[in-house]
């Protein structure tokens, strides 16, 4: 069955330093792959999206990349401030159109 | 410009009472995602619904559980006979439904609490 894998432990990182969070699947060849910001008690918040054609994609101080042939994705976080402290999320499309299946999220809490 | 809007916020209920949980989506947005989020886990779908129909409810309980999202008004996601384990976040999500890949927007949640 199709399964995403997040680092379900929290990611402690020092501000300015660049945490790296990974998103692992199986079982899935999606045409593409998300990544949501979810604060305690709000709603997720979109991020970045890149397709399966894509190697790397960048907004502002994220970057993303998508390795197809290891079923992974990297998401990094440069030069991280304490506003960054969030749940980071990876979502992937089940089949065709926009019905997606989240991972369980990684912790980052950036220490000033 | 109004984004999701969740209403209620928090909702407790006793078991075998009904949870009613609405979603109004972005303006100009038909298509709507409702996701269930246990403690500590990521978010499950449940249902997608566009105006009026109902286009996939594989993640939904067949029992007690109902979705719709009528041509005026917000969409409603009605849970019959509660019980404990329904005790989660329900999150909707809205989108423009042009294409694969849109960015869905996000509520800020219903918390329900079953005693």
């Known amino acids: 069955s199709q399964k995403i894998e997040q680092n379900s432990e929290a990611l402690n990182i020092q501000e300015g330093k660049t945490a790296t969070l990974t998103c692992n699947y199986t079982?899935?060849?999606?045409?593409?792959l998300q990544w949501y910001r979810q604060d305690p008690g709000r709603g997720p918040v979109f991020l970045l999206l890149?397709?399966?054609?894509?190697k790397e994609k960048r907004k502002e101080r994220l970057k993303v990349t998508f390795d197809t042939t290891l079923k992974q994705s990297l998401f990094h976080i440069t030069a991280s401030q304490p506003a960054d402290s969030a749940t980071y999320l990876c979502a992937l499309p089940k089949a065709a159109g926009n019905k997606l299946t989240f991972g369980g999220g990684t912790r980052v809490l950036v220490k000033p | 410009n109004a984004g999701v809007m969740q209403n209620p916020r928090h909702l407790v209920r006793r078991r075998g009472q009904e949870a009613r949980l609405r979603c109004s989506p972005v303006?100009?947005?038909?298509?709507v995602y409702w996701y269930r989020q246990l403690p500590e886990e990521g978010l499950k779908f449940m249902v997608y619904l566009q105006k009026e129909n109902i286009i996939d409810e594989s993640g939904m309980p067949k029992e007690r559980f109902s979705a719709e999202f009528p041509k005026e008004g917000p969409s409603i996601l009605r849970i019959q006979q509660v019980v404990r384990g329904d005790s989660a976040a329900y999150f909707c999500?809205?989108?423009?439904?042009?294409?694969?890949?849109?960015?869905?927007?996000f509520g800020p949640g219903t918390r329900l609490l079953v005693l």
């Open positions: 999500a809205s989108f423009l439904g042009q294409g694969n890949g849109e960015t869905q927007y």
């Open positions: 303006k100009g947005h038909s298509h």
């Open positions: 079982n899935y060849s999606p045409a593409y």
């Open positions: 890149i397709r399966e054609n894509e």
